[in-house]
């Protein structure tokens, strides 16, 4: 059974609904928009030329291609409010080093690491200034027409060990956020119920000594 939104519902919070239903059909709608495209022989030449590109892009591998302004829209702060979703800062971070951080439970699709590392919803850049963190996810997302282009403009990279050392060798203070559990983790996702997936994934740690 379907349930309506009441219509006295404020503004603000449809506004905060618009932005995570935006969120949420961004993969389909990327995909779309490819498809409809190869469907016009004019776009055919293009088609073939940024499959190319795709196809032999290394910027994955190499911390993506991220953009101030994706990250910046205000849209974010929408999202970030409908849940809602918080960063609290404990710490100063240095920014003439490195980090690894470790971010769990994925949950069913890691909305929380989205909102604080994939954007500036909750200025991340102006609680720990000097440090790029750039959110890692799986490779096979970046075989993604289009959406891998959305992706990158985040500031998300792949998760491979290349992908990793390629970042934490950038330089002072650029760093990586790994959702350790993974998607094996996200099966486990139940309200309430916190169930991490560690046994097996203690690769981050070895990665974290080798770079100090």
Not at 16 to 33: D, E, G, H, N, R
Not at 189 to 206: D, E, H, S, T, W
């Amino acid at each position: 059974m379907i349930h309506l939104a009441p219509l006295n519902v404020p503004f603000i919070r449809r506004r905060q609904m618009a932005a995570v239903i935006l969120w949420i059909i961004s993969l389909p709608a990327t995909l779309c928009i490819f498809f409809i495209l190869c469907t016009t022989i004019f776009f055919w030449p293009w088609i073939i030329a940024y499959s190319l590109f795709a196809l032999f892009d290394i910027a994955p591998e190499n911390g993506g291609r991220r953009f101030s302004f994706a990250r910046n829209a205000i849209f974010w702060k929408w999202y970030a409010d409908y849940y809602p979703i918080k960063l609290i800062k404990e710490v100063d971070l240095d920014p003439s080093k490195n980090y690894i951080f470790g971010y769990h439970p994925h949950g069913v699709i890691s909305v929380g690491a989205w909102t604080n590392f994939a954007t500036e919803a909750n200025d991340f850049s102006k609680k720990f200034p000097g440090i790029t963190c750039r959110l890692l996810t799986l490779a096979s997302n970046f075989n993604i027409p289009l959406y891998r282009e959305y992706l990158m403009a985040q500031g998300l990279a792949s998760v491979s060990r290349q992908s990793c050392e390629n970042i934490l060798k950038k330089g002072p203070g650029h760093s990586i956020l790994i959702v350790i559990g993974g998607a094996g983790e996200s099966l486990n996702a139940r309200p309430g119920v916190y169930n991490l997936v560690l046994k097996r994934r203690l690769g981050f740690i070895k990665l974290a000594i080798r770079h100090g």
